[in-house]
């Protein structure tokens, strides 16, 4: 029986392997592979020759797609946000199961921080950042289609509608300007059907059509990146680089041919509201483009450009265009693997013309198996509504760049499934960790006398993510 308490109960949503008392077993449905009913998590290796010889070729490219080789593969197997791709060598925590020609699928990471910050504008609290994203595919006519959704519990985990992160600006709560903190999630993170139509054995033209959904502008969202994962709390340059991946109306088309994909989309521009429960809805008023390349397993680039229209609320007369650049680089290893990206990300006033910049550098290392260590650098512009701090703008004020503020993570966890399990605590198939992090910042001068020299920031976690067999 699950908790009714928001975050128990994202808990038990994503740990679904043993909800019943009396499971029905198992059963070999062909040499080499293990059929579950609905109610049994099976755990779930890389698809291997002998699990995939005797079945249908629908069904044995998909399973193929759970262990991409191929620029193609990658695309088909959607475990990012959106229709972003990452290295196709990228590990991808996961429960899976497969119903007839349907394969199931869970991602998802859960964490729990206590977040404590120095600065006259810094804050404490403890907090839950948090999603789960469950999917489904099956072959379909000459394709493959897939229907995928994404929640959040962060308004019911997160209160006063933010948590403290200095310097970090961007939407509202209670009206006023978020400044020094970061904003939840919306519940419903995305609602989306996918269409993948192979072409030819190295074409595939792609369809994406989501109420809430991400569309093709930046690389893989930061609560989705490999390179991130670790991480508990949001990076400064969100609304320079990826803060379109919760957005309205998206529709997007893509082609594909070897190793480049081009891609376009339509959405409604104007970020979520305050009502972080609610599905919400808007014309199709803004446009992106990408170009994605991906020449070997390990690598993936992308540049992209879109035209938002009126992202701010506060704001609401300003359209932007917004420009990313980026590259991810992923390299497994023995217990180990090593992710990083590489992210430039701009955004332009196109009724004054000013132009804030952001550069991010994050990469996280898993080694000895259970061991991580991460990092995040950041070089982020800031605007005079740093300035004013969370008060009402007051009237005729305009919006300028004044600067760059630097921060500078670094951070370890461990999970803790030896421990747990001899202590009797560990819950079938979370992966659960335990970990800690320090940032520090360097400060402009027209900020200094506001937030002092040197202001720190230390978060302390634990974190549980769904997992099959041996992935991490």
């Known amino acids: 029986m699950c908790n009714p308490r928001p975050l128990a109960l994202l808990l038990c949503l994503a740990a679904p392997a043993h909800a019943q008392s009396t499971p029905r077993p198992c059963v070999e449905s062909m040499p080499g592979m293990t059929m579950c009913p ?62 007839g020609p349907w394969m199931g699928m869970v991602h998802g990471n859960v964490f729990i921080t206590d977040l404590q910050q120095s600065s006259p504008r810094g804050g404490d609290k403890l907090f839950s950042t948090n999603w789960l994203m469950p999917m489904a595919e099956r ?55 996918l269409y993948d139509w192979e072409l030819g054995p190295h074409t595939l033209l792609s ?12 690389p893989t969202a930061y609560p989705h990146r490999a390179s991130a994962l670790e991480d508990p709390v949001g990076s400064l340059g969100h609304h320079q680089e990826d803060s379109t991946h919760i957005a309205n109306d998206v529709v997007t088309v893509g082609l594909t041919h070897g190793i480049a994909r081009v891609e376009a989309s339509g959405f409604h521009g104007r970020e979520p509201n305050e009502n972080r429960w609610n599905l ?24 992209s450009y879109a035209r938002i229209a009126s992202p701010e609320a506060l704001f609401p007369t300003e359209n932007q265009g917004r420009t990313t650049a980026s590259i991810m680089y992923n390299q497994p290893f023995h217990n180990g693997n ?43 512009g800031r605007s005079n509504e740093l300035l004013n701090g ?60 506001i937030y002092g020299t040197d202001p720190i920031g230390i978060a302390v976690s634990v974190r549980f993510r769904p997992f099959s067999g041996e992935q991490r």
């Open 390 to 449: 969370p008060h009402p703008l007051p009237p005729g004020f305009t919006e300028q760049p004044i600067g760059h503020v630097q921060a500078y993570t670094f951070g370890y966890d461990r999970d803790l499934d030896g421990f747990l399990d001899r202590a009797h605590l560990a819950l079938p198939h979370l992966r659960t960790a335990l970990g800690a992090q320090f940032t520090t910042y360097g400060v402009p001068g027209v900020l200094r006398p």
């Open 38 to 99: 609905p109610s049994v998590a099976k755990p779930a290796a890389a698809p291997t020759a002998g699990m995939t010889a005797n079945m249908a070729p629908g069904m044995q490219q998909m399973m193929q797609n759970m262990d991409p080789h191929t620029f193609l593969a990658e695309i088909e197997h959607h475990a990012t946000s959106g229709t972003s791709a990452e290295p196709n060598s990228t590990p991808v925590p996961m429960l899976m199961a497969m119903h």
């Open 280 to 303: 919400q809805v808007g014309a199709v008023d803004s446009w992106s483009t990408r170009l994605t390349l991906q020449p070997t397993q390990n690598l993936s680039g992308q540049v």
């Open 139 to 193: 072959r379909l006519g000459p394709g493959q289609l897939t229907l995928r959704a994404m929640f959040s519990l962060e308004p019911a985990t997160i209160t006063g509608r933010q948590y403290p992160l200095l310097f970090q600006q961007g939407e509202t709560a209670f009206n006023n300007p978020i400044v020094d903190g970061q904003h939840p999630h919306n519940f419903f993170m995305e609602l989306a059907a």
């Open 207 to 218: 369809f994406y059509a989501a109420p809430m959904g991400d569309p093709a502008i930046g």
């Open 338 to 380: 090593l992710a990083s990206t590489v992210l430039w990300g701009r955004t332009r006033s196109l009724a004054d013309d000013s132009k804030e910049n952001s550069y991010l550098f994050e990469s996280t290392l898993r080694f000895h198996t259970a061991n991580y260590a991460y990092t995040r650098i950041e070089n982020a």
